[in-house]
């Protein structure tokens, strides 16, 4: 990963998900989703990790909503978030200001941390 800047880090008991992104030369972006599970996976005994994989990666896309459905499958902005690129901050925090519409407000695990991170508050 190369000249890649991390996007979006996400901590999980066990794990992180990640979207790191490239500039390219005519200023757009490339980006790649990533899923480590190797603390998690290495919890398990050793007989139950056959055929699990610790890690996966979505090859690079040209699109932040396409690498974002690589993360989908996982609750990611109930997790606890550990980075966001400035310049992806107001983009992300609508992303998950939107997910937790329609959750009750007792179950809006992290969101005080996603509203730092994105810049919509101080500590």
């Not at 996007?7 to 790191?20: E, F, K, M, S, Y």
């Not at 909503?65 to 310049?87: I, N, T």
């Not at 200001?97 to 810049?119: H, Q, S, V």
Request: hydrophobic content about 35%; overall charge negative; some cysteine.
């Amino acid at each position: 990963m190369e000249d890649s800047e991390v996007i979006l880090d996400i901590g999980a008991c066990g794990g992180h998900l990640q979207i790191c992104g490239k500039r390219l030369a005519d200023g757009s972006w490339a980006f790649l989703a990533t899923r480590n599970e190797s603390m998690a996976l290495s919890m398990l005994p050793e007989e139950d990790r056959d055929g699990l994989s610790a890690t996966d990666q979505s090859g690079w896309v040209d699109s932040f909503d396409e690498a974002l459905k690589h993360l989908d499958r996982y609750p990611w902005h109930k997790l606890y978030p550990m980075r966001v690129h400035p310049e992806f901050k107001d983009r992300i925090y609508e992303i998950v200001t939107k997910r937790y519409a329609g959750d009750i407000p007792g179950r809006r695990m992290n969101l005080d941390e996603w509203e730092f991170l994105c810049g919509k508050r101080t500590r």
